[in-house]
């Protein structure tokens, strides 16, 4: 079984400021690991992904993520944020075994707000 | 160049008349799922297909049908649509490799009066 907790579920960060959105992840296999950026009446868009190799990756808009074993962790960072990152983001883990192959198990996702 | 099209992208539809959603992708893709994203909620998972191989999700319920005539397309039917099932619906593909993520369409935001 898997699941993701994304901790807040509202961040509020200042034009400029660092951004940090937090998940965790629970897997019994090496997980394959994503952030999604959803914006208003919008689908999905992916950020960016792990899933082998380097543990600090980088997505697109000026986000990146780390992979941490030990701390069962993907947190998503930007370091400095911009009005046009307003949106919710979700962070999701895809299986590779079992019945959760092929699907993704997303996180309850987080709003972030960004203010002038 | 959209890769994943969902038409139409608003439905309002009656309390019990039957409505179908539409998802095409020009990915060529072996894999197309639905999910389900209710207001400020993560998208759940209703089925998917992996080429013509269907997987229904344990939880979705009968009232919730899905056909994918072709690679190309896939539908989504909603026989008796309730006031619960007012959400928006997302269709998203993905190649057989699992590492590349899921693709997304823009969703079809349904209302049900």
């Known amino acids: 079984a898997q699941s993701v907790t994304q901790l807040g579920s509202h961040v509020s960060v200042s034009e400029g400021a660092l951004v940090l959105l937090r998940c965790n992840y629970s897997?019994?296999?090496?997980?394959?690991l994503f952030w999604y950026v959803q914006y208003p009446n919008q689908g999905l868009q992916l950020l960016l992904k792990y899933t082998t190799g380097a543990t600090l990756v980088k997505g697109i808009n000026g986000f990146e993520a780390e992979f941490k074993k030990s701390e069962t962790s993907f947190h998503l960072t930007k370091p400095s944020a911009h009005m046009s990152d307003a949106a919710e983001y979700f962070c999701a883990v895809g299986g590779t075994g079992g019945t959760s192959y092929g699907k993704l198990t997303f996180g309850q996702g987080t709003i972030l707000t960004v203010h002038p | 160049d959209a890769m994943v099209i969902q038409n139409p992208r608003y439905q309002v539809t009656q309390f019990g008349k039957p409505v179908t959603l539409s998802c095409s992708q020009t990915?060529?893709?072996?894999?197309m799922y639905w999910y389900q994203q209710k207001s400020s909620q993560a998208p759940k998972l209703l089925f998917h297909?992996?080429?013509?191989?269907?997987?229904n999700e344990a939880d979705t319920p009968d009232n919730f049908q899905s056909r994918r005539p072709n690679t190309s397309f896939c539908f989504l039917d909603i026989r008796s649509p309730g006031l619960g099932d007012a959400a928006m619906y997302l269709c998203?593909?993905?190649?057989?490799?699992?590492?590349?993520?899921?693709?997304f369409g823009p969703g079809t935001r349904l209302t049900v009066t």
């Open positions: 990915l060529n893709h072996n894999v």
């Open positions: 998203a593909t993905r190649t057989g490799h699992l590492g590349v993520g899921q693709y």
């Open positions: 297909y992996y080429d013509k191989d269907f997987n």
């Open positions: 897997s019994s296999v090496p997980p394959y």
